[in-house]
């Protein structure tokens, strides 16, 4: 595609940018890219205005605009072309996360940023409270901070859905990196774990180690973990449907200590439910509960109940003993979050309500193993 017609199918007059700005964009994009090669010849005012029947004075300015990048050069009645030298400053890419969640996300940001460093781009980290969204001015946000697109994070709530469709009706370009929330109301990209998948892994991985009276401990706004607790309890009757809690914490945000009911809750459940020898949870911090309230009611693990958490931590590694758990792959996470965002700015055809799963590993440490059965807990295997 040649970079006429490139700009024929990239730029939009619905689009919130003003159209200086995205041929600037456009133009920028593909002499970063390398599309456009030092001493390449670019088509002038003239030809540009009337390929995309706008005014000549709004080619002019974006020309302009990439004359005091140093990107391209005018060479009075001889033509425009690409700097022999370009100065290729980075164009800079906006990482929202959510700050509860950093560890995790900052490796997310280390793939995106690998891979945007190939291809000419930047990442700004910018960390944000759970309620960043009942203010947040996405436009505003990329002016101020010279962004070219964005990277940002779901959480629950009408203030992200709001926010996030003013994005797609304004063509801000943006991939939305985390949870399932609101992907139906959505079309833009997003990138997340393979939840679905990790859940049931869990349940059978736990069930070939002999246990059969499994539990499930979850948080999600959606109901993923508990549609594949269903599914397995369908599979193998030995094990209780009732056995599974919802936990009402996680990304409206808040802190586990803060959370006074979290405590009573998996104790609760314990109590309850005293036959069971292993128990999947979604949270890091559940395990971390779990593992203390094992402790407080003398139940050894992983002798009398193994742990199994969805998603892994670092403070899982050091907890003692050691938590077991799935692995996402964060860095190739960020890697894919980029690639789609670069394919955004270019906008070439996507999949409306495209949805990319990234798979993960079992990471086994010390809270699961074999079930005994001359261990009490596993009595009710018989």
Not at 333 to 349: C, F, I, K, S, V
Request: charge should be negative; proline fraction near 6%.
């Amino acid at each position: 595609m040649d970079i006429l017609e490139e700009l024929k199918h990239s730029i939009s007059a619905e689009s919130a940018i003003p159209l200086f700005q995205q041929i600037e964009q456009v133009l920028e994009q593909a002499i970063r890219s390398r599309r456009l090669q030092p001493g390449d010849p670019l088509p002038g005012d003239g030809p540009i205005s009337h390929a995309l029947a706008v005014n000549h004075l709004t080619v002019r300015k974006a020309l302009n605009q990439l004359v005091q990048k140093g990107l391209i050069m005018r060479k009075r009645g001889v033509g425009t072309f690409v700097q022999e030298r370009p100065i290729l400053r980075s164009a800079s890419i906006g990482y929202l996360y959510l700050r509860i969640d950093e560890v995790r996300k900052l490796v997310v940001a280390q793939g995106a940023q690998s891979f945007l460093a190939d291809h000419g781009f930047d990442l700004k980290l910018i960390g944000m409270d759970v309620d960043f969204y009942d203010s947040f001015d996405a436009l505003g946000e990329m002016e101020r901070m010279d962004l070219v697109g964005m990277i940002m994070p779901t959480v629950d709530g009408e203030a992200c859905l709001r926010t996030l469709r003013d994005m797609e009706e304004r063509r801000i370009p943006h991939v939305r990196v985390g949870g399932i929330t609101h992907a139906s109301r959505l079309t833009y990209p997003l990138i997340r774990t393979n939840l679905p998948q990790a859940s049931r892994d869990a349940l059978h991985h736990l069930h070939q180690l002999g246990h059969q009276h499994i539990g499930l401990l979850y948080f999600s706004m959606t109901a993923e973990p508990a549609d594949a607790f269903r599914t397995f309890c369908r599979q193998y009757p030995a094990t209780d449907p009732h056995a599974v809690l919802r936990i009402p914490f996680g990304q409206m945000g808040g802190s586990w200590e803060a959370f006074r009911e979290g405590p009573l809750l998996l104790r609760g459940f314990l109590e309850t439910h005293p036959s069971l020898t292993a128990i999947v949870v979604e949270h890091p911090t559940f395990a971390l509960e779990l593992l203390h309230q094992c402790r407080l009611t003398g139940r050894r693990v992983p002798e009398d109940l193994a742990i199994l958490s969805l998603f892994d931590h670092p403070v899982l590694e050091g907890s003692f003993p050691k938590i077991s758990a799935y692995r996402t792959q964060l860095e190739a996470m960020g890697r894919q979050t980029a690639e789609r965002l670069l394919q955004r700015l270019r906008d070439e055809p996507l999949q409306s309500g495209l949805i990319d799963m990234i798979d993960h590993t079992l990471v086994e440490r010390e809270s699961t193993g074999s079930l005994s059965i001359s261990e009490p807990a596993a009595a009710n295997l018989n």
